[in-house]
């Protein structure tokens, strides 16, 4: 009752308040202008002044339109996101952390989050990618968990554009390059190239980490009297207000032309991560948090409101990398590698011999308080006063008007019966290799043998499988892990195409063998105040909750990216799914590939007449456009059951979802394990279809799986009490036997040597032309 | 016990997967033992794991190199003790000129990660005395600089000595050049010192002892060592 009421007395006091901190030299004078700039609407700006009881002073200005903004504030979904089920028994920590937390049994625990870098890499790909693998590094281990895996989920424009190679490659590069050093391997994502992402590519990186359950910490500054403490690299001038200008507004003068784009040191992040491990086994922390997007001004007020205290620092103690910065630039630096620590009171010598043993530096600025105020000092004299809970949580939320576009209409009614499609031999066997060169398509390994996938020594399926899987030391089972978002279906029709993206993850999933067990997602759209972006906002949204709720993986975190356009023109709507599964034995996983000669190959769900949104489409007819495929929850479900059943009683040698590019290009990727030996394939498809669509078309719910002759009954025997359609249909051939699908009027057939030169020389040839960054060059 | 000592540098991150790899084989203890350390203990091998030591910062290894415990790592290699440097060890025993030659960026100047195959070029070292000449070993590379090379001379030498343990080879043995990753002269993979106690190889042994992991062919490195350190005791 006392505390209550001691708080209130506070805010009552700083309501009535003087006239708040006194107006600091050098500070502009706030006008209309100045807070237009700032991001903030007039009316935003007098709930400003109401929580405050006066006008704020320009650092208080700074930090409302940080703490507001729509990466922080979450302005213009905030409402929306309330839809996902975040909810499940093996959930430890849903949404609104560092990271998500679920249960994984044997007293052990994941934290993975996704996170997205697309502004900062479609500017300075490498740096911006590097960055974004160490932001979403951070928020795992500031939860007491050790990072064991990355995945990334890259859109990108054509590859013949030159800007877009270089792009492409800067970004896998700085991945790369980060991860690398850091010491995580890669273990998957997905790569996707459409003229829908020219200029504005999409960068997500995903981090899974594992913790024992009782070294969970939160991001809490708990403890009244406690010590916050800033640690690691130096604060400096980078990124700042990077959560709240758009680039064009950037000032001219030399100070603030600096790129927005911070640059990553992963070496420093390599000992902060030990460190930070260190310093939470000793118990000498209560929480931590990664100084990200408008950096000590959010990890200090985010951490203050959860654990209902206040905190008073002093910027003046904070360790700077250049003179005379102002605690607006202290507040608002987006400076890499920095982290939030509130140290236990008497505990911080021994917080400081940590961080030296790791050559890191620790300042301490500032105390926990009881009175539910941020309180920010310059060398003892108050700048800026705000209460947290307004601060943090007061954010105005809107819910839009939505409605969907006529382009989106036309496009997906457009009349396709007038296309040409293959109908002989040759043509059918030329479409499908310009299918299997597609880059969407082809290899991936261009990417990944630039990731370090195999150390730490838990790898046990690697890039280019249906879903990464890493074992957990002293955990009898593995993990699994996969992203995925096709942009064109969600386009096409965002509610179906979401949830297309999330049954395609869970298959993804129970193609290694594991059950699905959780989401985190990462929403990349373009400016929500057009009515027909957040028409797609909503509708993905929506699809998201009802497959996740159907598939019983609750929502455990995420990240929204909005103001995805370039000159104009958003991206295609992108609900990155990133999804976790358990595997029961790490070492019983089904990889995707074909194991033996002879072997069965049963097709588990059925070819449908559907060719709108394919990849078909787009490569061969230069068309996004039709209804994406049609997608039943209800019947995925089912699909993941009679998997993980046939998982268990060992029936499968193989298995691999069916997606872009259809049948024949899934059958074609099971052929080549060996690339210099790619198996052969004898199928017969016996469906009423034209080749295109049974092909080519991206029906939903189709997984092909493998097994031993003598199996094929048991399997099909299970299909059928899954009520799963199912058939055999044929076998895996020798080394060096053609890939051969016949269909009932034409036959798709090619060679395994072309096979594997088209699929696996498609990337690596278009990279060899060079790479230009026009625009930087221009500009 | 066999005691082994792992070196974790500033920016090491293979020191928990040889640290692992050699817990896993029995009565052998590994030491992780940290680079501002000025001796070693009482250590029977130590090994330079890989990773980013100063981040690559200047040069793979060069800062390494001059950490307090390299001191006593050269005066234990002097002595004859066995030193395994793997991937960034191997460029770091380069920089402190235990072993000749450097590790230039690979030809293809990107970092490159896949399995490779090694064929066995010297089994009669305490390294690989569990393999046997001209057998292929499958393991993981990951590095950016892994293109070994030195002067003609010294290459010469070091066919000569045996100095030449492990070279990239195809499926079949043979040395093509699409079955050197970066460009290493000769193929060259892994070399060795005239004295035969130190040995230094750009691919992951310690990412290779596991059928869970895709393969053990690398644990022969490890087995082979404790193997030498053993009859050493007990002679």
């Known amino acids: ?779 | 016990m066999t005691r082994v000592a792992v070196i974790t540098f500033p920016g090491s991150n293979c020191d928990y997967d040889c640290y692992k790899a050699l817990q896993a084989i029995p009565g052998v203890e590994p030491v992780f033992l940290w680079h501002r350390e000025t001796a070693l203990g009482d250590m029977d091998a130590v090994i330079l794991p890989g990773g980013f030591s100063y981040g690559d910062y200047l040069r793979p290894g060069a800062i390494a190199r001059m950490s307090p415990l390299m001191a006593a790592v050269e005066r234990f290699a002097a002595d004859g003790g066995p030193v395994l440097g793997i991937c960034n060890g191997f460029q770091i025993l380069c920089e402190a000129g235990l072993l000749p030659g450097a590790l230039l960026r690979n030809r293809t100047m990107r970092f490159i990660s896949r399995p490779v195959i090694l064929r066995v070029e010297n089994a009669d070292t305490l390294f690989t005395s569990d393999y046997a000449n001209g057998q292929l070993l499958r393991m993981p590379i990951a590095h950016a600089d892994g293109n070994y090379h030195a002067d003609g001379a010294t290459l010469d030498r070091l066919e000569a000595e045996g100095g030449v343990v492990f070279r990239y080879a195809d499926r079949h043995g043979q040395l093509t050049d699409a079955a050197n990753p970066n460009g290493a002269a000769r193929h060259i993979a892994g070399i060795m010192n005239s004295a035969g106690n130190v040995l230094g190889m750009m691919p992951h042994p310690e990412r290779a002892v596991e059928p869970v992991l895709g393969s053990s062919d690398g644990l022969g490195v490890f087995t082979s060592l404790i193997r030498h350190l053993r009859g050493a005791t007990v002679a």
């Open chain 1, 1 to 779: 009752m006392s505390e209550r009421h001691g708080r209130r007395k506070v805010a009552t006091r700083s309501r009535s308040g003087a006239a708040g901190p006194r107006p600091r030299p050098g500070d502009p004078r706030l006008t209309p202008e100045l807070v237009a700039d700032h991001g903030l609407l007039p009316e935003e700006y007098e709930r400003i002044r109401e929580i405050l009881g006066r006008d704020p002073a320009y650092t208080e200005l700074g930090i409302f339109s940080a703490m507001w903004s729509e990466h922080c504030g979450y302005k213009n979904s905030r409402r929306l996101l309330r839809l996902l089920p975040t909810q499940a028994p093996w959930v430890i920590q849903g949404p609104g952390e560092n990271a998500g937390v679920i249960d994984i049994g044997e007293g052990f625990a994941l934290a993975f989050k996704i996170e997205s870098h697309n502004h900062p890499s479609a500017v300075e790909p490498y740096q911006g990618a590097a960055t974004g693998v160490g932001g979403i590094l951070r928020d795992v281990f500031t939860m007491g968990a050790r990072p064991i895996a990355i995945l990334d989920s890259l859109r990108f424009g054509d590859l013949d554009d030159p800007r877009v190679r270089y792009l492409f490659s800067g970004v896998v590069k700085g991945i790369g390059d980060y991860g690398n050093c850091v010491g995580i391997p890669n273990v998957g994502g997905e790569v996707y190239f459409d003229r829908g992402y020219v200029g504005n590519p999409v960068v997500n990186a995903m981090c899974i980490g594992v913790l024992k359950q009782d070294e969970l910490i939160r991001a809490e500054a708990a403890g009244v009297g406690n010590t916050v403490m800033a640690v690691g690299s130096r604060t400096g001038r980078d990124g700042i207000h990077g959560a709240t200008f758009a680039s064009a507004e950037l000032g001219e003068d030399s100070e603030h032309s600096r790129p927005q784009v911070q640059v990553g040191d992963p070496f420093t992040e390599k000992l902060l991560l030990e460190a930070t491990l260190e310093l939470i086994r000793g118990e000498h922390v209560v929480g931590i948090q990664d100084m990200g997007a408008a950096g000590l001004t959010s990890s200090a007020s985010e951490m203050a409101a959860r654990a209902g205290t206040g905190l008073d620092i002093d910027v003046a103690k904070v360790p700077v990398r250049e003179p005379a910065m102002s605690p607006y630039e202290i507040l608002l630096s987006e400076s890499q590698e920095r982290m939030l620590v509130i140290a236990r009171k008497g505990d911080e010598a021994k917080v400081r011999r940590i961080l030296e043993k790791w050559e890191l530096g620790a300042a301490e600025i500032g105390t926990v308080t009881d009175d539910a105020v941020f309180r920010v000092r310059e060398n003892g004299v108050v700048v800026a006063e705000i209460p947290v809970l307004p601060l943090v949580k007061g954010c105005p939320t809107y819910e839009r008007e939505g409605f969907e576009s006529e382009e989106v209409l036309r496009a997906r009614a457009a009349d396709l019966s007038g296309l040409e499609h293959p109908e002989t031999d040759g043509e059918v066997a030329d479409a499908f290799l310009a299918l299997l060169g597609s880059p969407t398509i082809a290899s991936k390994g261009w990417v990944y043998e630039q990731y370090d996938s195999t150390v730490r020594t838990g790898t046990v399926i690697g890039p280019g499988g249906d879903a990464g899987v890493f074992r957990i030391r002293g955990h009898p089972g593995a993990v699994a892990a996969t992203t995925d978002c096709n942009g064109r279906y969600v386009y096409l029709h965002p509610r179906r195409g979401t949830m297309i993206a999330a049954a395609e993850a869970a298959r993804n999933l129970v193609c290694v063998g594991a059950l699905p067990v959780a989401v985190t997602n990462n929403l990349n759209f373009g400016n929500p105040l057009k009515p027909e972006i957040y028409y797609q906002f909503r509708e993905a949204v929506i699809g998201l909750a009802e497959a996740c709720r159907i598939f019983e993986t609750p929502v455990t975190g995420g990240n929204v990216s909005f103001y995805n356009e370039y000159e104009g023109r958003a991206i295609y709507p992108t609900p990155v799914i990133g999804m976790v599964g358990l595997v029961e034995r790490a070492d019983h996983v089904v990889r995707h590939t074909f194991a033996s000669p002879g072997d069965a190959i049963v097709l588990l769900g059925e070819n449908r007449d559907e060719l709108g949104g394919s990849e078909y489409l787009y490569r061969l007819h230069a068309q996004v456009a039709g209804e994406p495929p049609a997608v039943d929850l209800m019947g995925e479900r089912e699909l993941q059951r009679l998997m993980l059943a046939l998982v268990r009683e060992r029936l499968l040698l193989s298995a691999h979802d069916c997606s872009e590019g259809g049948l024949a290009v899934c059958l074609a990727e099971s052929a080549m394990y060996d690339p210099e030996a790619p198996l052969g394939v004898e199928v017969t498809l016996n469906d009423p279809l034209p080749p295109a669509p049974l092909l080519f078309g991206e029906s939903q719910g189709r997984i092909a799986v493998s097994c031993a002759p003598e199996d094929a009954q048991r399997v099909l025997g299970r299909a059928e009490r899954y009520g799963v359609p199912a058939r055999r249909i044929g076998s895996v051939g020798p080394p060096g036997a053609p890939f051969r699908i016949r269909t009932h009027t034409a036959i798709l057939e090619v060679n395994g040597e072309t096979l594997a030169r088209v699929y696996y020389g498609a990337t690596p040839g278009l990279m060899q032309r060079p790479a230009v960054a026009a625009a930087a060059a221009g500009g």
